[in-house]
């Protein structure tokens, strides 16, 4: 039986965000309070059923080491340290020295943070023809556009998606790649191409997910906000959006094939509006299915989960009760 090992490029001196990366690497910077970048990364393998990591280290590698030791939350982790820093390719060639014949695996950008499906990618990934599968995903302009028509300009767009696709930062790999004749370099601009012009590079695709990689300082403002009120959950996050003394408005997004536990809630009322997505709410005795823009209103003490059979987002209007929450049966060991 193949396994799936994770990879994640941990080695880099992230120099524009100095001087905060002059003292931490870069993927143990904290997104919010005591929870760094590669604790999301990490926590999302497990989720995936990845439970083995190399940590492709470099610059500041004993902070990483000090922080995870050799196991986090179930996920067995070892260290794979470039000596002299020499691309990303060198790094991941040293990460596939240590895979084994039975062993294939997902890379990923330490700078990275998204919601993408690992699992779904990795199923994919399997059956495709192609060795090496690349995450991507529609690019975000990073400026606001205009659009004009003849002499005149006619309107103002706030950051819109382009109908081009970026590189993700995410890989997965059926086992060795063909790195070529190249040792050294960004992985990105040497074997990536080569792979391409030969018909050897496929892809996995998601829209819609929140996806930024930390490289400034304006981006780590960015990701500190999306997660001010945030939470990262086995099958997706739950983000509090309005919470007074009348009602509560939470956003779930669950990622396709996962539930939330079966649970109830002992004096919240609540109803889900589906902004997005496909699937069932599951009841002790019955399935309720919806789509986008319908609603399915969830009385006090109904045991029940949510299940995804599309990336789902909903909104979930209740009264105030913000932690009345009894689990009665999990899924998940990453709590």
């Keep these: 039986m193949t396994r799936t090992i994770g990879m994640i490029l941990c080695g880099g001196f992230g120099k524009r965000l100095r001087p905060l990366t002059e003292t931490v690497p870069k993927p143990l910077i904290e997104i919010k309070d005591d929870y760094t970048i590669l604790d999301k990364q990490l926590f ?18 004993e902070k990483i080491h000090e922080r995870y030791g050799e196991e986090y939350r179930g996920v067995e982790i070892e260290y794979i340290v470039e000596d002299e820093p020499l691309g990303t390719l060198n790094a991941i060639k040293l990460g596939m020295e240590n895979l084994k014949d039975n062993e294939q695996c997902v890379i990923r950008n330490g700078d990275v943070v998204a ?21 991507i995903t529609k690019m975000v302009s990073p400026y606001g556009i205009v659009e004009i028509s003849g002499d005149r300009l006619v309107s103002f767009k706030e950051k819109p998606v382009l109908d081009y696709y970026i590189n993700g930062g995410v890989y997965f790999s059926k086992g060795e790649i063909d790195f070529g004749s190249f040792d050294v370099g960004d992985i990105e601009k040497t074997v990536f191409p080569m792979l ?46 309005i919470n007074t003394e009348k009602y509560l ?44 823009n319908d609603t399915i209103r969830i009385e006090p003490k109904e045991v029940h989960s949510i299940v995804a059979m599309e990336n789902t987002v909903l ?21």
């Design 196 to 241: 391409a012009k030969n018909n050897q590079l496929g892809y996995y695709k998601e829209n819609g997910l929140f996806w930024m990689a930390i490289d400034t300082s304006k981006e780590l403002e960015a990701i500190k906000k999306e997660y001010e009120n945030r939470e990262d959950k086995p099958w997706g996050y739950e983000k509090i959006l």
């Design 315 to 335: 909104h979930e209007i209740s009264t105030p009760h913000l932690n009345d929450t009894i689990r009665v049966k999990d899924y998940y060991k990453t709590r």
């Design 44 to 61: 999302d393998f497990k989720n995936a059923g990845v439970d083995k990591v190399l940590l492709l280290t470099g610059f500041l590698s």
């Design 115 to 135: 919601d993408l499906n690992i699992k779904k990618m990795i199923e994919q990934g399997e059956k495709s023809d192609y060795p090496l599968s690349i995450f």
């Design 249 to 292: 408005t939470k956003e779930l997004f669950i990622r396709e094939g996962y539930q939330t536990s079966f649970h109830y809630h002992s004096q919240k009322d609540e109803t889900m509006y589906i902004v997005s997505g496909a699937g069932y709410i599951e009841f002790e005795e019955r399935k309720e299915y919806f789509g986008k």
